[in-house]
């Protein structure tokens, strides 16, 4: 599992069905179900979702089924709703039109249930400056109701490349480095849904790959994944249902 | 990888609110000040009639805690938004309330029981006797949690907006009204023989009171201004 050539990349979303948000209702064809013989295969799914922003109408009718073991690459240029989309997906944001599905029930109806599945990341990296890394790793896993061990923390944080940076203040860490670290939440987190938003900004070439690669074990792991990138990225060899908002 | 009780959740948020607030020590310590300084204005600018000043102490003690606890409200949930912690507090799987109801107790912990320890101190400068300092600190230690779950409702409110401070002021210090008329009231009425009882009873059921709706409020405004 690596990062692939854009050019694989550009195929896989070209196979994806395409989908025009605001005029027309597109399925995605399920193809792959790898998971069929679990009972329940968790499953994301939109039905004719809208959201508006300041008066003006950013995306509706948007239709779109995610399950287990894939992706949803949700793209579009600056200020079409992608952040908004995901916001919604969270129950961050209130949806204002249509319903989103987790595992057949509306989210806004099992949201204790919910998020324990989840597993979100902003463009904020939710650390604390003044508390040190491991501090800041114990306590949003303590939000999650778990209490990693200190190997483990440790074993997260080497494969993130900042290793023996335990003790130190994420104030004296730089931007690539803070967002490592809390991309190494994800690392921590037992949800099956991740919902990533720009996940790819501030890192090197070699934290992307570590980070698509981390993607890739987690949906060959029965998860789910929602994200944004203006990047061209590969997760693995796993090809992305493509979410295209158009304004 | 342990799973933790939600005793254990609640822990770390207080073991994290406290270890933060010892690190930027001048946040506790400038309410603790400020509290000091308001309080000592008085004699200054009444003068040095004992008789007068014992009988305005309560008032003077209550009011400048009350300003003094106002003071810290901002920053209750303020870092937090801003870093984006508190996205993470609004999704986890602990119910937001309960964490709202330990990020209160915190400032309690930070903010008003330094209050209650230091009031003593101010209240034997207006001359209030032995007996009376005991009440004060009392009626104190059942107010200032008060104070901190209907604050931490104003501080929601105003996430987010320009000149905070000011509109938490005017949207919380109403509020503490009742909190203010029994708390200053109770040492006046023992002093007067008509004994405390009744005041004591009604701090304890507004306090009981904010600690059930307080995070109910708070929560509803932290999810709308997370928006």
């Not at chain 1, 931007?175 to 939440?185: F, H």
């Not at chain 2, 905070?164 to 008329?181: D, E, F, H, N, Q």
Request: proline share 4%.
């Amino acid at each position: 599992m690596s990062l692939r050539a854009s050019v694989i990349h550009r195929a896989c979303c070209q196979s994806a069905a395409r989908l025009r948000a605001r005029d027309r209702t597109v399925k995605f064809p399920q193809s792959i179900s790898r998971h069929h013989e679990l009972k329940t295969v968790p499953t994301l799914s939109f039905s004719k979702l809208g959201c508006s922003r300041g008066g003006r109408q950013l995306f509706q009718n948007i239709d779109c089924v995610l399950e287990s073991g894939h992706w949803l690459y949700v793209a579009g240029a600056n200020g079409v709703g992608k952040t908004s989309l995901l916001r919604m997906v969270c129950g961050l944001a209130p949806i204002e039109s249509g319903e989103i599905f987790w595992n057949g029930t509306p989210i806004h109806a099992q949201a204790d249930a919910y998020r324990q599945d989840l597993c979100y990341l902003g463009h904020l990296n939710a650390l604390q400056e003044s508390m040190t890394v491991h501090e800041n790793l114990a306590f949003t896993a303590a939000l999650g109701g778990m209490a990693p061990d200190a190997a483990q923390t440790q074993s997260v944080l080497a494969h993130f490349g900042v290793a023996g940076r335990e003790r130190q203040l994420v104030r004296h860490l730089s931007q690539g480095q803070k967002r490592r670290v809390a991309l190494s939440r994800l690392a921590l987190s037992q949800a099956r849904l991740w919902v990533l938003d720009e996940p790819f900004v501030a890192m090197d070439e070699a934290g992307v790959r570590m980070l698509a690669d981390l993607i890739a074990a987690h949906l060959t792991q029965g998860g789910l994944a929602v994200l944004t990138s203006h990047q061209q990225v590969d997760i693995g060899a796993i090809p992305a249902q493509l979410l295209e908002l158009r304004a | 990888m342990k799973k933790l009780g939600l005793g254990s959740v609640l822990l770390a948020v207080l073991r994290r609110e406290v270890s933060l607030a010892l690190r930027q020590k001048g946040e506790v310590l400038t309410p603790l000040v400020f509290f000091v300084v308001i309080a000592s204005l008085f004699p200054l600018g009444v003068g040095p009639e004992s008789a007068l000043l014992l009988r305005m102490a309560p008032g003077v003690l209550w009011v400048s805690a009350l300003l003094a606890a106002m003071l810290s409200l901002q920053r209750l949930f303020a870092t937090d938004y801003a870093d984006g912690s508190l996205e993470q507090m609004a999704l986890s799987s602990t119910p937001l309330g309960l964490l709202v109801l330990a990020k209160a107790l915190s400032h309690f912990l930070l903010s008003g029981l330094p209050l209650v320890l230091m009031a003593p101190v101010l209240g034997l400068q207006f001359g209030l006797d032995g007996r009376a300092l005991g009440i004060l600190m009392l009626t104190l230690l059942l107010g200032t949690p008060t104070l901190s779950l209907i604050g931490s409702i104003g501080a929601a409110l105003t996430l987010g907006v320009r000149g905070a401070g000011v509109l938490l002021s005017l949207l919380i210090l109403p509020l503490y009204i009742p909190v203010l008329i029994f708390g200053a009231g109770a040492v006046e009425a023992d002093a007067a023989g008509l004994g405390m009882g009744g005041h004591l009873s009604l701090l304890a059921a507004l306090l009981v009171l904010s600690i059930f709706f307080a995070p109910l409020a708070t929560t509803t405004a932290l999810r709308i201004s997370l928006e």
